[in-house]
């Protein structure tokens, strides 16, 4: 396993922050990545024999799902801005004796130079454009390396949706400490208000559809999904302060500890633990599935 100190932000988190390197909270993650990852190839539409680019592959989740998808003749193609994501990727295809039916990229969204004109059938993206400054840029890049009749399919958060509030936690009700949590969102530099600077915040599914249209896709389908209901992203309180949101982002333990005194940590741990291990909380979610074609 590789050590979270020694590699960079996307791979420290993806392979050990996310889910402060826990089995029981990883299982908790996929039980929203599984459904994402199904969707995402569903509306890539691949058929045996295509290749496939996986833009920010990660920690592989599509680009080894599409291996089943692609069959013996075709391939995925791992691309990721992190080269020791890159790296892991290559151990884990190496150990499922994959490794002739992929190859590997370290290159960023916006700038896929490395990857030829017209040489692919399907690009797909999962939450790598909340990261991307110049997104169109991105789009104009998975339109050159499609084939003509290549498709492209995109999951994106879309964080503006449900600002962050000071009533609420990690979907716990907070409203008796709300305080203290305006001091961890201080903390953390997050703000209740739209900030037009920041990659993860500054769109909506709206912009992901013009991006599309102006790159010269031809065809383009979004669906914005919006859901509310009880539940909770994480197993109990330990699991919460071990896990981080994404790689831009402290540990919830981290940034209580770094925003608060002694005392004021137990009084918030007072009122939110026994929320958290009862899994008693709110599941906010919103995002879009982008597909498009170039014809």
Known sequence: MSDPESTDKWASWLLHRRDGDDAAQHEKALEHLIPIRQRV????DIHSGDTVLDVGAGDGLIAFGALDRVGTDGRAIFSDVSADLVSHAQGLAHDVGAQDRMSFIQAAAEDLSPIEDESVDVVTTR??????????????????VLRPGGRVSIFEPINNYFPDTTDEFWGFDSRPVRDLVAKVWEYEGWTETFNDEDPMMNFSEKDLLRYAEDAGFNEVHVEL???VGPGTWVVDWER????????????????LHGALTDEEFARLEQ???PLADAGKGVLRSAFCYVRALKV
């Open 225 to 227: 999904m919006v859901d």
């Open 271 to 273: 009122h939110i633990r």
């Open 41 to 44: 190839l569903d509306n890539a």
């Open 127 to 144: 939450s790598v454009l909340i990261y991307v400054a110049d997104k169109a840029s991105a789009f104009r890049e998975f339109h050159r």
């Open 240 to 255: 919460l302060l071990n896990t981080s949101p994404n790689p831009n982002a402290h540990t919830a333990g981290e940034a």
